[in-house]
């Protein structure tokens, strides 16, 4: 475990065990939170598995749903959420469960126990995956280094360079260079070093993208679920930040054409891909404002005020990482002020 996630066990932890997350949820006046999950799979993740901070299993979203309920939250809808952060009246506390990238797990594992706890949610389509044609950029770079004890690939100054990636901690030491090498790069240079680095692997992209996210016949099943609202992820998945004003436009229209064309409707909430400050920002938000849609949410972490009312195109969530699925952490988890107060958000 990095140091990061370690220094954040050790916060909860300390919160758990100081037991002041109660007084904290009944004196905040933050309105609610919404969490932000993308993968729901049943096995425990691989020794090398850096992407396992988005993987929860079904049995842990089945305990926040019936804990957060008990703590007396209610588990709302984003259109409910809307509702109540721009009332001028306070009520009860509400939690969102928002799900990004359409991931095929979701369907498997997910849904029936959305379904069973009769519990509302969004989940957000970025429509050039469904299509299958995206690039699941960050799994495939694990796909490929969990399988080799060592790897090529071309430098900043287009050298070979060859790293080891025999044990566990070459694999993640590899993983952690490679990732934010490709997250630094612009757009269109980090689909190209992924689609030549993994081919030289074996791996095709566009059947990669197949395996892990839903067609649109499989998508059709949330459509129809009374439960779920589909939300907008742009179409490419790409860090908006990065991009012309008029590309940021376009990802996000034709993401809701797109659907539209499917279904018939368009989405008027939106997920801002990975939604970082260094992915999206103020730029961002005004555009997702200018075209009219209801909310946009990032994944910088912190809870809901009446103060969005006014930054419903900004809104913070706060992620149900998968290193951190121990139930005594659903309370802080869900008591949103305390990552507020870090983030200034």
């Known amino acids: 475990m990095s140091l990061k996630y370690a220094t954040y066990r050790v916060f909860f932890e300390i919160m758990w065990a100081s037991q002041v997350t109660h007084l904290i949820r009944a004196l905040s006046r933050a309105r609610g939170v919404i969490f932000t999950l993308h993968r729901v799979l049943p096995d425990a993740p691989a020794d090398f598995s850096p992407n396992a901070i988005l993987q929860v299993t079904p049995q842990y979203l089945e305990y926040v749903i019936i804990r957060v309920r008990e703590l007396g939250i209610d588990i709302v809808s984003m259109d409910e959420a809307i509702e109540r952060i721009r009332s ?40 050039a995956f469904v299509d299958g044609v995206g690039r699941v950029w960050w799994q495939a770079l694990e796909d ?122 368009d989405p008027v909430h939106l997920s801002f891909p990975i939604g970082r400050l260094q992915s999206a920002g103020n730029r961002e938000y005004k555009i997702a404002k200018e075209l009219g849609l209801a909310s946009a949410v990032t994944t910088r972490p912190g809870a809901i005020y009446y103060r969005h009312k006014d930054q419903l195109t900004s809104l913070p969530r706060i992620s149900l990482n998968g290193r951190f699925q121990e139930h005594r952490y659903v309370e802080i988890l869900a008591t949103g002020e305390i990552f507020s107060l870090f983030s200034g958000v």
């Open 88 to 127: 001028t009246e306070a009520g009860k506390k509400f939690v969102v469960l928002s799900f990004d990238d359409a991931y095929k797990d979701n369907l498997v594992h997910a849904l029936p126990v959305l379904q069973r706890q009769k519990c509302p949610f969004i989940l957000y389509v970025p429509t």
């Open 144 to 265: 490929v280094i969990a399988k080799q004890s060592a790897i090529a690939y071309s430098n900043d100054n287009n050298e070979m360079v060859y790293a080891d990636t025999n044990t566990v901690a070459q694999k993640y030491q590899t993983y952690t260079r490679l990732y934010w090498r490709m997250r630094n790069m612009p757009e269109d240079q980090r689909i190209d070093f992924v689609s030549e680095f993994t081919k030289g692997y074996g791996i095709n992209m566009d059947q990669h993208c197949r395996d892990l996210i839903m067609d649109w016949k499989q998508l059709k099943t949330f459509v129809d679920e009374p439960l779920c609202t589909i939300g907008a992820h742009t179409v490419h998945h790409y860090e908006l930040a990065k991009l012309k004003a008029e590309h940021v436009l376009r990802e996000i229209e034709q993401s809701i054409q797109v659907i539209r064309s499917q279904y018939g409707f």
